[in-house]
Each structure stands twice: as C-alpha cells, then as structure tokens.
C-alpha cells in the first residue's frame, strides 16, 4: 500500500509539472489529453504555480514499465527546486501500487508535493493518515475499474461463444474479415480436398505436404508465405472447426462461420490417423498413456525407450521406462518415471517460475527486441530493393549500348554476367532477413506465459497431457542409466538460466525458422491440450 512517514514540515513548491494520461488516443470525452491539461492549467494558475514542462502520455497505467511516467519523475527529481507533480486525478496517475516507493522517495526526500485536481488532494512529506488512505483507495478505485473491464471482456466472449462466434485467427481455409470468419473461396477447397484425399487412405501426411505445396497452400497468417509443415497439416486433420464445431477450454461447441467437410468425412480421417502405422510422431498411442512415451532413445545403443507399468503385491501400480535392446543387449537399466520426472522438475520446471512482474518485464523487452529486430530488416530490405533496383537499370543501360553499337556483345555479355552475380549474391543475402511476424511475436509472448507455470501444470496434468507438454518443450532426450541427458526447445533453453531480462534474448536470423516452426507446435500442442483434459 502507499505509505509515507511523517517528517518535518515540508518546504513549498515553487514550480509544477502537469502530467496528463489516457490508455488509447480515443478515450471518453472530459477525460482527453487536452480536457486535462486545460483542468490542471486552471488549477496552477489558480494557486501561482508556473509551469515548467507539460506531459502529453498515451500510455496503459497497469501493463508495462511506463517509460514516459519515469522520465516525468526523473524530471522531477533532477530539479533543483521543489516541482509539484499535478495530475488531474488518481487513475490518471496510477492505477496499481507498484509505483508508489518511488512517488513515496520523492516526496520523503521533500523534492516534490502530488497534487489530484478531481480529488483536491495534496500530499506531501508529512501527510496525515486520512490523506494517505484517500490516495490508496484511489489506486484500489483504479484497480477495480480494470478488473471490472476484464470482466465485461470475458462476458462478451462467453456470450460471443454462445452465440457460435469464434474469436480468434481463422483456421487454414477461412478468412478473418471484419472482426467475422467466412470460407476462403481459393483455398477452402483445397483444404476439403486434402481431407478427401487422406480418408482414401492413398495419401499419407508427407504426401498431403506434397499435394498442398503444388496447390501453394500456406497459412494466411505467415508473411512469408511458408510451406505447409507435416505438423500443421496433423493439426488441421484434427480440428472440429472444419465440419462445424470450435474447442473452447477444451469443450467443443458448435460455430456460425460454415462448415468446409462433413462430420462423416472427418470421423473417416480421424480413423485413419489413430489406425494402423503412426505418420507423425505427435499422434496418440494405443494403450495406456505414459508421460515420455515416445521421447527418449537410449543413449548407449540409440534404440527406443519404452514406457511400462509394474503392479506390487499390495496392488499399487508403478511406472517405469526401460530400452527395447532392438539392437541387441546394452547395459540399460529399469529406470523409474517417478526418478525422471523429479529431475526435471528440479533442473527445469522449479527454475522457471517468474513473478508476474518480472515476466511482464521480460515479455515487454523481448517484444522489444523482436519489433527492433523486424525494423532493423526492413531497413536492409529496403537497401538491398534499392541495390537491385540499381542494377536492373545498369543491366538496361548496358544492353541499350550494345544495340547502339557502343560495346561488343562479348562486352555485353560479360557485364550481364557481372550484374547477374551481384543481384544473386543481393538476393541471397536479402533472405537472411527474413519478416518477424506478428506469429512470432504472439508465440513467444505464449510461451513464456506457459514456460512460467509449467511445473504447476506438470504436477496437475494427466499423463497424456504431460506427454503433450514435454514434447513441445524438448528438442532431444536420450536416457543415460538413472539420468535424462535433453536439450529444450527455444526459448525453455533461456528461462532456466534466467538472470537478467535486458539480455534474455540473444536474436539470431536462424531463430526465425525455429519460432515459426514453434508456432505450429504451439497451435498442435493447444489443441491436443484441450482434447486430452477429458481423458
């Protein structure tokens, strides 16, 4: 809560900054930028008080570091006379408390008083109690207002879900158009299409990769027009949405955006997907689930781990994981999934629990990062178009010359030679810089929010559903006698030496093929998520 001490009687301000907030440039009217400014103007005029700079700030108030709130401070703090901070009410200066040790700093150390307008509350170094309380039920005002707005928020998707509206990214072969879903008349039959074609039984999941690299299928939602992956064609074999039916916190529940297939024709694929040979490694087993199933190759001989139960005589039943010696005997042992998983969560899952805090702060400079990342090749983007662009006109110019008789062709062809090098060579390094998109920014800001609670989920989750979890995490796993030896999937490998956020995310161009690639992992992992909370 906001506490100040009483000291000494504090010394008078001298001169004010004004400091006027919205969350978004359309805010409701008596609460603008300039309706502000005009009431706090007022008020300085009003008790002789110049002013020495004026803040304009769009900014959240509860998400963020609120950059432009600290230069206020630090403006305020740098001066060598008293300024009053002067703010038109307490939600427009803070609507949660962990501003308040610094406000508090600076009003103990008798280098500013805060003035609300609205409130026509003054604090300063030795304000009384009752003065306090006002300013901390103020923030909780604040605080329950936000809350009050992320209620409605969860009311109207609720009813927009009951009303069959889905609200997020439309899947492959339907459109987003204006805030509605609809069937993407060019790819919506080919999508159909790939369904017909696996429920033959004729096609399999690399040659349905096949079939929609020909038709130059890619997601809407990628920028750069990628190729359909394996996993994201499993996924889509595995979505109700096409036959009529959206998940939703893992309950389906009918849509109005139209249906692509019939419900015959996916009970047809989804039979073949669990049937027969396994095509991809993320289908479910037959049998009883096991948390690593699938996972682990032994390390002295690269043969498959196998997961079994055990039941004592008391009847209590006991997992255990153990090589299948498919290349003849090695000195692996029976290992206890119990043993494993204690590993793991001693080595991975308890040390990547952030305080919401510090993962809103790493979330915002990764964001950071990325966004920095995406103009920084743009701006090379542009450079090489400009080169290219450069030299299509020289490869006319001197193309021009020969027909005039101005060089030989053998000069001529030399030089198209020459041109022809550099704009491969432009071209080559063009894609390197590749487009960060919104996925990428979206997945990472995903799997940051899952990476944190991950050893709560572990401890809740049914063995299928941990299955789910550990096979998006980890890249690699080979068990050596009583010890898994892994590598994590990017950015798990960073959270569990997290140290400092500012240097968290060391971006790499290669990183770009993998978060895209963890994107469909993420989608797949999401939506088997939600199927296996039932099990």
């Known amino acids: 809560m906001a506490k100040i001490s009483k000291y000494a009687k504090a010394s008078p301000c001298v001169q004010a900054v004004i400091f006027a907030r919205v969350s978004t440039k359309e805010q409701e009217p008596g609460a603008s930028l300039d309706a502000q400014t005009v009431a706090m103007e007022n008020y300085c005029r009003r008790i002789n008080l110049p002013i020495v700079k004026s803040y304009k700030v769009t900014e959240s108030s509860t998400n963020g570091k609120r950059k432009q709130f600290k230069e206020m401070l630090d403006f305020t703090k740098r001066q060598k006379r008293k300024t009053a901070i002067v703010v038109h009410c307490i939600d427009r200066f803070q609507r949660r408390f962990t501003e308040c040790s610094e406000v508090n700093d600076l009003l103990l150390s008798d280098k500013t008083d805060l003035h609300f307008c609205k409130e026509e509350l003054i604090l300063t170094r030795n304000s009384p109690s009752s003065d306090i309380m006002r300013w901390d039920m103020g923030i909780l005002s604040g605080k329950l207002y936000v809350s009050n707005l992320r209620d409605n928020v969860n009311r109207a998707m609720m009813y927009n879900w009951s009303l069959g509206k889905y609200q997020s990214k439309a899947p492959i072969g339907y459109l987003n158009v204006n805030k509605n879903i609809i069937i993407d008349p060019n790819r919506g039959p080919t999508?159909?299409?790939?369904?017909?074609?696996?429920?033959?039984?004729?096609?399999?999941?690399?040659?349905?990769?096949?079939?929609?690299?020909?038709?130059?299928?890619?997601?809407?939602?990628?920028?750069?027009?990628?190729?359909?992956?394996?996993?994201?064609?499993?996924?889509?074999?595995?979505?109700?949405?096409?036959?009529?039916?959206?998940?939703?916190?893992?309950?389906?529940?009918?849509?109005?955006?139209?249906?692509?297939?019939?419900?015959?024709?996916?009970?047809?694929?989804?039979?073949?997907?669990?049937?027969?040979?396994?095509?991809?490694?993320?289908?479910?087993?037959?049998?009883?689930?096991?948390?690593?199933?699938?996972?682990?190759?032994?390390?002295?001989?690269?043969?498959?781990?196998?997961?079994?139960?055990?039941?004592?005589?008391?009847?209590?039943?006991?997992?255990?994981?153990?090589?299948?010696?498919?290349?003849?005997?090695?000195?692996?042992?029976?290992?206890?999934?119990?043993?494993?998983?204690?590993?793991?969560?001693?080595?991975?899952?308890?040390?990547?629990?952030?305080?919401?805090?510090?993962?809103?702060?790493?979330?915002?400079?990764?964001?950071?990062?990325?966004?920095?990342?995406?103009?920084?090749?743009?701006?090379?983007?542009?450079?090489?178009?400009?080169?290219?662009?450069?030299?299509?006109?020289?490869?006319?110019?001197?193309?021009?010359?020969f027909f005039e008789g101005d060089i030989t062709r053998e000069e001529w062809q030399e030089e198209k030679a020459n041109i022809a090098a550099k704009k491969q060579k432009l071209q080559n390094t063009a894609a390197t810089y590749a487009d960060?998109?919104?996925?990428?920014?979206?997945?990472?800001?995903?799997?940051?929010?899952?990476?944190?609670?991950?050893?709560?989920?572990?401890?809740?989750?049914?063995?299928?559903?941990?299955?789910?979890?550990?096979?998006?995490?980890?890249?690699?796993?080979?068990?050596?006698?009583?010890?898994?030896?892994?590598?994590?999937?990017?950015?798990?490998?960073?959270?569990?030496?997290?140290?400092?956020?500012?240097?968290?995310?060391?971006?790499?161009?290669?990183?770009?093929?993998?978060?895209?690639?963890?994107?469909?992992?993420?989608?797949?992992?999401?939506?088997?998520?939600?199927?296996?909370?039932?099990?």
């Open 191 to 401: 999508v159909k299409k790939m369904f017909e074609l696996y429920a033959s039984g004729l096609y399999t999941l690399d040659g349905l990769q096949k079939f929609a690299q020909d038709q130059n299928l890619f997601s809407s939602h990628s920028k750069t027009k990628k190729p359909l992956g394996r996993e994201t064609i499993y996924a889509m074999l595995r979505n109700p949405f096409y036959y009529g039916e959206m998940v939703i916190r893992g309950e389906k529940m009918p849509h109005i955006h139209g249906a692509l297939i019939s419900k015959d024709l996916f009970d047809q694929v989804q039979n073949k997907l669990s049937g027969g040979k396994i095509h991809t490694k993320t289908q479910e087993y037959a049998g009883i689930p096991f948390a690593f199933r699938g996972l682990i190759k032994c390390a002295n001989c690269g043969c498959t781990i196998t997961s079994e139960t055990h039941t004592k005589k008391s009847g209590r039943i006991y997992r255990y994981l153990r090589c299948t010696h498919s290349k003849g005997n090695c000195n692996q042992g029976l290992v206890s999934e119990i043993t494993l998983l204690k590993q793991l969560d001693d080595e991975i899952f308890n040390k990547i629990k952030l305080k919401p805090e510090i993962l809103q702060f790493l979330k915002k400079c990764v964001q950071k990062r990325l966004l920095e990342e995406s103009e920084a090749n743009a701006v090379m983007k542009r450079k090489i178009t400009q080169d290219l662009n450069k030299l299509e006109a020289k490869e006319q110019r001197v193309k021009d010359s």
């Open 436 to 535: 960060i998109s919104k996925d990428i920014q979206h997945t990472v800001d995903e799997l940051l929010d899952l990476a944190t609670c991950v050893s709560q989920i572990m401890k809740q989750a049914n063995p299928l559903q941990q299955n789910k979890l550990l096979r998006l995490m980890f890249a690699e796993c080979k068990l050596d006698g009583q010890k898994l030896i892994y590598k994590l999937q990017k950015p798990f490998d960073k959270l569990v030496n997290f140290k400092n956020a500012n240097n968290w995310f060391d971006f790499d161009k290669n990183d770009i093929a993998e978060y895209e690639n963890m994107s469909e992992k993420l989608e797949i992992y999401k939506i088997e998520a939600e199927e296996s909370m039932t099990v």
